[in-house]
Antibody
């Protein structure tokens, strides 16, 4: 069965960096992308970006450009998300999700997240 | 402020039918498909509806989705207590080159 298992909770000081891992199993890793989504306490979902596990292509949310890097290690079927220059408003639960995307000329883009990791709480506090 | 607009709350009694709306624009819902996610308290989101109206394997047929123009809706029939959760709509936005989410709707089963 498809599983995404994320690394454990982190506590960081403002200005530091954090790197969250997401180990995939139960499917061919390189056949799908991985998206990262975060959720601040009591708030909604925010898409952070996407990486192709096939060729490493990325697409980051504009507000995080320059601070976020997503990578994959196909030898271990693991995706990583690194966020730098952390601020207090980066405190959130960070999720990885398997990204199922396709394009149809009639219906446009269909990008859905069909399996999710359990989430990693990142707390930024001095 | 979310790009897609959902009502913050909805409610219904067991057995009732409830709908949750999601309003967008021509650059997102108007030109791409809509997905819905269910998030039970303290858990990761779960894909509920994809491509406007498709249910993943295992999702009960009490859940249905529809789309018209720049709006979409999620309908839940035969409401059950375990349906109490937050529900989010999402779509690709051609202008932002990003996936955008609604702000979420908290469903209460009275």
């Amino acid at each position: 069965q498809v599983q995404l298992v994320q690394s454990g909770a982190e506590v960081k000081k403002p200005g530091a960096s954090v790197k969250v891992s997401c180990k995939a199993s139960g499917y061919t890793f390189t056949s799908y992308g991985i998206s990262w989504v975060r959720q601040a306490p009591g708030q909604g979902l925010e898409w952070m970006g996407w990486i192709s596990a096939y060729n490493g292509n990325t697409n980051y949310a504009q507000k995080l450009q320059g601070r976020v890097t997503m990578t994959t290690d196909t030898s271990t079927s693991t995706a990583y998300m690194e966020l730098r220059s952390l601020r207090s408003d980066d405190t959130a639960v960070y999720y990885c999700a398997r990204d199922r995307a396709y394009y149809d000329i009639l219906t446009g883009y269909s990008i859905s997240f069909d399996y999710w990791g359990q989430g990693t709480l990142v707390t930024v506090s001095s | 402020q979310s790009v897609l607009t959902q009502p913050p709350s909805a409610s219904g009694t067991p057995g009732q039918r409830v709908t949750i709306s999601c309003s967008g624009s021509s650059s997102n819902i108007g030109s791409n498909t809509v997905n819905w996610y269910q998030q039970l308290p303290g858990t990761a989101p779960k894909l509920l509806i994809y491509s406007n109206n498709q249910r993943p394997s295992g999702v009960p047929d009490r859940f249905s989705g529809s789309k018209s123009g720049t709006s979409a809706s999620l309908a839940i029939s035969g409401l059950q207590s375990e349906d109490e959760a937050d529900y989010y709509c999402a779509a690709w936005d051609d202008s932002l080159n990003a996936v955008v989410f609604g702000g979420g709707t908290k469903l209460t089963v009275l």
